[in-house]
């Protein structure tokens, strides 16, 4: 099993851009969430998703969009990047009330 | 919201030292995990315990629900220990994890 992947691990992008991380698990997990990782500082979370169809918002959602289409995949959308979104992005998937499991991480950088 | 204070923020060992790491929380939860950060960014699991006491290897976790904290013992602490630990509560529903700031640990030979 890969477990959660992640891409792409970098990405630049000047404000205004719009870019999608992507996100994949195949543990057939229900739920799957983003989060970001600002330096000296804890996750917060972004979005996340209870099954194929369902997401709500977290602590931190604007400026984010998400669908889930399948259970495997749980993309991200940056609709217009600005600064403020240079972050570390992790993607965790889990089946409902078990452990959480981690992707390696997206690092963004927004100019 | 739920509050998670961790500490020591900072915490510096030569390699071979013990140490404790503390995780308060300030309502019910339903769970708690415990995480490792490495220096390259890795989040790994360490321990997924909602009360009592779990152990693996040099690492063993307790966890007292009724008095809201959760302690991280590390024993014999190696250089490959050094990164950041991460408490995280599972509050509410939907596995909606909320992160603590992090103990950065450095072990040093």
């Known amino acids: 099993n890969a477990g959660v992947t992640q891409t792409p691990k970098f990405q630049v992008l000047k404000t205004g851009q719009s870019m999608t991380l992507q996100c994949a698990q195949d543990?057939?997990?229900?739920?799957m969430s983003w989060y970001r990782q600002d330096p000296g500082m804890g996750l917060r979370l972004i979005h996340y998703?209870?099954?194929?169809?369902?997401?709500d918002q977290g602590e931190v959602p604007n400026g984010y969009n998400v669908s889930r289409s399948t259970t495997e995949d749980f993309p991200l959308r940056l609709l217009s990047a600005a600064p403020s979104q240079t972050s570390v992005y992790f993607c965790?998937?889990?089946?409902?009330?078990?452990?959480?499991?981690f992707g390696p991480g997206t690092r963004l950088l927004v100019l | 919201g739920i509050q998670v204070e961790q500490s020591p923020p900072d915490l510096i060992l030569q390699e071979g030292a013990n140490s404790t790491l503390r995780c308060n929380f300030s309502?019910?939860?339903?769970?708690l995990q415990w995480f490792h950060q490495n220096p390259w960014g890795q989040l790994i699991n360490l321990f997924y315990?909602?009360?009592g006491t779990k152990q693996n290897g040099r690492l063993s976790a307790t966890t007292v629900a009724t008095e809201r904290y959760s302690l991280l013992y590390i024993s014999s602490s190696q250089t490959t220990d050094s990164g950041v630990y991460f408490c995280?509560?599972?509050?509410?529903?939907?596995?909606?994890?909320?992160f603590g700031a992090g103990t950065r640990l450095a072990v040093h030979p």
């Open positions: 965790a998937s889990s089946s409902l009330g078990g452990t959480q499991y």
């Open positions: 543990m057939n997990h229900e739920y």
């Open positions: 998703s209870v099954g194929a169809g369902i997401t």
């Open positions: 309502d019910s939860v339903n769970n």
């Open positions: 315990i909602p009360s």
């Open positions: 995280a509560v599972l509050s509410g529903g939907y596995n909606k994890l909320i």
